[in-house]
C-alpha cells in the first residue's frame, strides 16, 4: 500500500512538471507611472529569465546588462527642479541606491536588465511617489524620466513688532506689506503695540515692507521652509526723518546727449567724505540728504571729464529735487609700440611697410626703424588690422583690440616669415610660387596684377640666384577646345617669358612652352564629368629649375 501511495505521487508531481515544462510562465507587473508607458505590462518569460528576475546580485561589473535612468524632479507647482529630494531604489523588496537630487534637481541610477523595481521618491512638504517599474533586456540603454511632485497643503505665520531705530518704542499705525514676486498681496496697520502678522504658503519667497510717515522705510527679504505650521518672527525698526531730502540726479553725455550709466557719483560736506554711489542704467542716482545743508557732489567715469558741483537743500521734504549733471567724453588715445621679428631667426625686421586699418579703413602706414620698431597712436576701445608686405615674405595680417584706457602705452611683437625660395613637387624642383595667384584674364593671354605681383617676386628670386635657369610651363585643363587650348598655353608661355626679359632676366636663363591639355595630372580628359576643383588641378603654370 505504501509503494502504491509513492507511485502515485511521483505521477502527480512528474504530470505538473510535465505540464508547467510545456507552459511558459505569465508576470503581471503593475505600475502606478511605469516606465514606458503608464499600463499594466504583460511580458511573457522564460523559465530561465524568471530565475534571473529573481537572483539578488545588485552589483555591477563590465559583464553584467545593465541600463541608466536619469532624469529631472520638477515642482509641479512653479515647474522648477527641486534639489536635495530624496529616491530610493529597492530590488526583492531590498533598498539597493538611496540617493538625494543635484543642485539641478537631477538624478541617475544604474539598474540590471530585467529586473522589476520599486522606486520611492520623498521631500517634506510634497506629496511623495511609489512606483513599480521594470527594466527591459536591452543593455546599456537610457531611461530619461522626469518626475513631477504637487505640494501638500503647508502653511507658516510670521509675526513681529515695529520700532522706533531712535529709541527703541514700539510704532502703531505703520503700513505693513506682505509681497510675493514682488507683487503687494496684503497689506495691515500695526496695532498699539506694534505688531503685525500673516499667513504664508510653505517653500516661498516673500518680502515684508514697512512705512510709516516720518520715518523712513524698511523691507526684508525671507524664505519659507517645507517645515508645516512653524511660526516666524521678523522684527524691523524704522529709522526717523526729522527732515530728509531726496536728490534725483540725472547724468548726461554732452556730446550726444545720452543717459550715461555706472558714474561714479561721491556725496561730501565741508570736505569730509559721506558715501558713494553710481548711476543706473537710466542714468540716475539717489542721495537722501539733511534738510537745510550744503553737499558736494561729484562724478567721474572712464574717459569723461570730471564734474564737481555743490547742492542745497531746503526745508520741503516731501518734494524730490532733480538735478542734470553733464559730462564731457575726452578723446581717448593709447600709444601702440612694437617691433617686428623675422619668425625664423627671431631677428628684427627693418624698413618694412605695415598698414593700420580699423573697419577696413586704412588708418596709417608705418615703416619700421633700423631696430625693426614703430609705434601707431590707436583711439582706445577700437579694434585695429595689421598687415605687412616685404618682397620674397609672405603677407601677414594680424589683429588687436584696444582697451579703454586712456594714455595707455600698450607694447606688440608682429612676426613676419620669409618664403622658401624652391620647392619639390611632383619629384621636381620648382620655384616656390603662391598657386592662387597664378592666373591669366579668362581666355586671353594678359597678365591680371596678382600675376605681375607673383612674376615681381620670381624676377627677385632669378637675381638671388644668378645661376638658376628657369623651364617654364603652361598647362590647362580640357574644358575648351583642343586646339584652342594649345595655342593658348603657348600664347601664355611666351608672354610670361617676355614680361621676365622685360623685367631685367636674360633670355639665355629663360626657356618655357605651352602644352595644353596634353599633360593632365588626372583622369578629367575630353567627355570625362569631373568637378571644378578636378579641372583645376590640371590648370597650372610651372617654374621648374632646370640647374642651382
Not at 516666524?232 to 526723518?241: C, E, G, P, Q, S
Amino acid at each position: 500500500m505504501k509503494i502504491k501511495h509513492f507511485l502515485i505521487f511521483l505521477f502527480l508531481i512528474g504530470f505538473q512538471t510535465s505540464i508547467l515544462s510545456k507552459q511558459s510562465t505569465q508576470y503581471l507587473v503593475k505600475t502606478t507611472d511605469s516606465i514606458p508607458p503608464s499600463t499594466t505590462v504583460k511580458k511573457q518569460l522564460t523559465p530561465k529569465e524568471i530565475k534571473a528576475v529573481y537572483i539578488k546580485d545588485v552589483n555591477f561589473d563590465t559583464k553584467s546588462c545593465f541600463q541608466i535612468m536619469k532624469g529631472v524632479i520638477y515642482n509641479a507647482g512653479d515647474k522648477k527642479p527641486m534639489h536635495h529630494v530624496r529616491i530610493v531604489l529597492s530590488l526583492n523588496n531590498k533598498i539597493i541606491q538611496n540617493i538625494l537630487t543635484d543642485n539641478t534637481g537631477g538624478y541617475t541610477l544604474k539598474l540590471l536588465c530585467n529586473k522589476t523595481y520599486d522606486l520611492k521618491i520623498n521631500i517634506v512638504g510634497f506629496e511623495g511617489k511609489s512606483i513599480t517599474f521594470k527594466s527591459d533586456i536591452q543593455s546599456n540603454t537610457t531611461i530619461k524620466k522626469d518626475f513631477h511632485l504637487d505640494g501638500a497643503y503647508c502653511y507658516q505665520t510670521i509675526s513681529g513688532t515695529i520700532k522706533s531705530a531712535k529709541d527703541a518704542s514700539l510704532i502703531s499705525g505703520a503700513y505693513v506689506s506682505l509681497l510675493k514676486n514682488n507683487k503687494k498681496i496684503k497689506t495691515v496697520k500695526t496695532l498699539k503695540d506694534g505688531t503685525y502678522a500673516f499667513s504664508l504658503d510653505c517653500y516661498k519667497t516673500y518680502t515684508i515692507e514697512v512705512e510709516k510717515e516720518h520715518f523712513k522705510g524698511n523691507s526684508i527679504l525671507f524664505n519659507t521652509s517645507l517645515v508645516p505650521q512653524i511660526s516666524l518672527i521678523k522684527h524691523l525698526t524704522l529709522r526717523n526723518l526729522d527732515c530728509t531730502k531726496t536728490i534725483k540726479g540725472i547724468v548726461r553725455n554732452t556730446q550726444f546727449n545720452t543717459l550715461l550709466n555706472k558714474v561714479k557719483v561721491e556725496l561730501s560736506k565741508s570736505g569730509q567724505f559721506i558715501k558713494s554711489t553710481q548711476t543706473n542704467a537710466a542714468g540716475e542716482f539717489y542721495f537722501d540728504l539733511a534738510c537745510n545743508s550744503v553737499f558736494t557732489v561729484s562724478l567721474k567715469k572712464e574717459n569723461y571729464s570730471k564734474v564737481m558741483r555743490a547742492v542745497e537743500t531746503d526745508s520741503n521734504s516731501k518734494i524730490q529735487t532733480q538735478i542734470t549733471f553733464e559730462l564731457k567724453h575726452l578723446d581717448c588715445k593709447q600709444t601702440i609700440k612694437g617691433v617686428l621679428i623675422n619668425s625664423q631667426t627671431n631677428t628684427v625686421e627693418a624698413g618694412v611697410a605695415l598698414q593700420f586699418f580699423n573697419d577696413n579703413k586704412l588708418i596709417e602706414t608705418i615703416t619700421t626703424g633700423a631696430d625693426g620698431t614703430f609705434t601707431f597712436e590707436a583711439e582706445c576701445s577700437k579694434s585695429y588690422k595689421v598687415t605687412t608686405e616685404k618682397q620674397l615674405y609672405t603677407d601677414s595680417s594680424q589683429y588687436f583690440v584696444t582697451n579703454r584706457k586712456n594714455k595707455a602705452l600698450v607694447y606688440k611683437t608682429i612676426k613676419i616669415s620669409p618664403v622658401l625660395d624652391f620647392v619639390q613637387i611632383r619629384k621636381t624642383l620648382m620655384l616656390k610660387v603662391n598657386p592662387n595667384n597664378l592666373t591669366f584674364v579668362l581666355n586671353k593671354n594678359t597678365l591680371t596684377v596678382a600675376l605681375k605681383k607673383e612674376l615681381y617676386k620670381i624676377t627677385a628670386l632669378l637675381e638671388k640666384h644668378p645661376n638658376i635657369k628657369l623651364e617654364i610651363n603652361i598647362h590647362t585643363d580640357s574644358r575648351a577646345n583642343d586646339n584652342l587650348n594649345m595655342t593658348l598655353s603657348k600664347q601664355r608661355a611666351k608672354t610670361i617669358i617676355d614680361y621676365l626679359v622685360h623685367n631685367g632676366i636674360s633670355i639665355d636663363r629663360l626657356t618655357g612652352d605651352g602644352y595644353g591639355e596634353t599633360q593632365l595630372l588626372n583622369r578629367c580628359a575630353n567627355g570625362i564629368k569631373c568637378k571644378n576643383y578636378e579641372h583645376l588641378k590640371n590648370k597650372r603654370i610651372e617654374f621648374i629649375v632646370l640647374n642651382n
